[in-house]
């Protein structure tokens, strides 16, 4: 129902935070574990009463996404509670990259290197605290791999037992980042949209009774993770937004998200307001969102996923409609690359910059490659291209191996041709 007087301590336990309201009506709720608006099932959203935020307050902050606990629905004391503390990850400098693609200036926001090796880190660790205020004694979620991963590491940090849900045929070392803490780990036999759909079951039936799906009953709180990504980039920056920006697309919480931790900024007086362009990206083999996108509708059609970047391989995603909207409102657009091409610059990014990118990172680095050799992004603004997650947990995608193998001489070196 509608808001009532919300008790002191949770008003507390979310810091900056006051409420949930619906993204499609606007209709507000007391924090707590919802996700769907009772009047329309809109996706339902943190909402903030933000206090004076300043620059040099978040700079004298942790080296994590917990300086900016200010802007987070999380409690003023959250860096000392046990987490895994993610975040500020590095934006390289891209210049030899930049130069291959023919860009002025180009950064990759490089997450890989998060506790688990992907930009999951980031959500979990926003649902992990909205799990310990509701007193849920079970993390789970359903997941295209690294969410598993990152639930089930911050579930053993911070004490949660942990029951996560994946498609069967993931990559091995998603399946093994997933298990090795300890929780368990159910492989559904179907594709994503399938765990999805259990998971929504099991979230209305006694057995899920105790449960915080990060990804769905926590989503709210979840999705907030994703602002940290949006204020790293414009802190690194030196307090500026970017100009243009490639981001991959799963559900399109990520995108959705970023987008509305730089419209924050704005909105706080921490950064200037200046116009930037978001371009999304998925691989063709799951591309709902840049086929409405290519085609002008505004609802989104579903697919069944058939790609190797599986860490994106939702087929029916949740914020579709909102991605279409914020690459309309901010002149970006949403494309596709096929596998081959995700391979090709998954191999690009690592040997022009030495960042190995899972596959969701050939798809920005494909998408953005793209876009320059059509014409459709501005080769003289200042680019940022995100890497959400590591390759080594999807190696079996690159072909890459050693040179030679000799015998331990200089003869057989040298005779090996290699000089
Ligand atoms: C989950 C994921 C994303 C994006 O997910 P959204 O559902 O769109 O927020 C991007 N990259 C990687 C590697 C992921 O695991
Ligand atoms: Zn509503």
């Given at each position: 129902m509608a808001i009532?007087?919300?008790?002191?301590?949770?008003?507390?336990?979310?810091?900056?935070?006051?409420?949930?309201?619906?993204?499609?009506c606007g209709e507000r709720y007391d924090l707590t574990p919802k996700f769907a608006c009772e009047f329309c099932f809109g996706p339902l959203e943190v909402a903030y009463d933000f206090g004076d935020v300043s620059r040099a307050e978040i700079e004298s902050g942790p080296?994590?996404?917990?300086?900016?606990?200010?802007?987070?629905?999380?409690?003023?004391?959250?860096?000392?509670?046990p987490n895994m503390n993610p975040g500020l990850t590095p934006l390289v400098k891209a210049d030899r990259l930049a130069a291959e693609l023919g860009l002025d200036?180009?950064?990759?926001?490089?997450?890989?290197?998060?506790?688990?090796?992907?930009?999951?880190?980031?959500?979990?660790?926003?649902?992990?605290?909205?799990?310990?205020?509701?007193?849920?004694?079970?993390?789970?979620?359903?997941?295209?791999?690294?969410?598993?991963?990152?639930?089930?590491?911050?579930?053993?940090?911070?004490?949660?037992?942990?029951?996560?849900?994946?498609?069967?045929?993931?990559?091995?070392?998603?399946?093994?980042?997933?298990?090795?803490?300890?929780?368990?780990?159910?492989?559904?036999?179907?594709?994503?949209?399938?765990?999805?759909?259990?998971?929504?079951e099991l979230i209305g039936d006694p057995a899920g009774e105790g449960w915080g799906f990060v990804n769905v009953n926590l989503r709210p709180y979840y999705g907030e993770g994703s602002k940290t990504l949006a204020y790293e980039i414009a802190e690194q920056l030196g307090w500026?937004?970017?100009?243009?920006?490639?981001?991959?697309?799963?559900?399109?919480?990520?995108?959705?998200?970023?987008?509305?931790?730089?419209?924050?900024?704005?909105?706080?007086?921490?950064?200037?307001?200046?116009?930037?362009?978001?371009?999304?990206?998925?691989?063709?083999?799951?591309?709902?969102?840049?086929?409405?996108?290519?085609?002008?509708?505004?609802?989104?059609?579903?697919?069944?996923?058939?790609?190797?970047?599986?860490?994106?391989?939702?087929?029916?995603?949740?914020?579709?409609?909102?991605?279409?909207?914020?690459?309309?409102?901010?002149?970006?657009?949403?494309e596709h690359v096929s596998d081959a091409e995700v391979v090709d610059s998954i191999n690009l990014l690592a040997r022009t910059e030495g960042v190995f990118a899972e596959t969701a990172g050939g798809v920005t680095t494909g998408v953005l490659r793209k876009l320059v050799r059509e014409g459709r992004i501005d080769p003289k603004a200042e680019t940022v291209v995100l890497n959400t997650g590591d390759g080594l947990k999807t190696l079996n995608a690159v072909e890459a191996g050693v040179t030679a193998t000799i015998k331990p001489s200089l003869s057989a070196f040298t005779d090996a041709g290699l000089l």
């Open positions: 009532a007087a919300t008790e002191p301590s949770t008003v507390r336990a979310f810091g900056p935070a006051d409420a949930l309201s619906c993204r499609e080296a994590n996404i917990w300086r900016y606990r200010s802007l987070l629905p999380v409690p003023p004391n959250v860096a000392e509670l200036s180009l950064y990759v926001k490089d997450d890989s290197g998060n506790p688990t090796h992907s930009f999951k880190d980031r959500v979990v660790a926003m649902a992990v605290e909205a799990a310990r205020t509701f007193g849920f004694t079970t993390l789970s979620c359903s997941s295209t791999g690294n969410l598993a991963g990152a639930v089930g590491a911050a579930a053993a940090r911070a004490g949660f037992d942990s029951c996560v849900f994946i498609p069967a045929g993931l990559e091995e070392a998603k399946v093994v980042m997933a298990a090795v803490y300890g929780g368990k780990v159910v492989a559904i036999d179907g594709n994503y949209d399938d765990v999805n759909r259990f998971c929504s500026r937004l970017p100009e243009q920006i490639v981001i991959p697309i799963a559900s399109g919480s990520q995108l959705t998200k970023i987008d509305k931790g730089f419209q924050e900024l704005i909105k706080i007086g921490l950064v200037e307001n200046r116009p930037y362009r978001i371009f999304g990206a998925q691989a063709t083999g799951c591309s709902p969102v840049a086929r409405a996108w290519e085609a002008g509708h505004d609802v989104i059609q579903p697919v069944k996923p058939d790609t190797i970047a599986k860490s994106l391989a939702i087929g029916n995603p949740a914020d579709g409609p909102y991605v279409l909207d914020i690459a309309q409102r901010t002149g970006g657009s949403v």
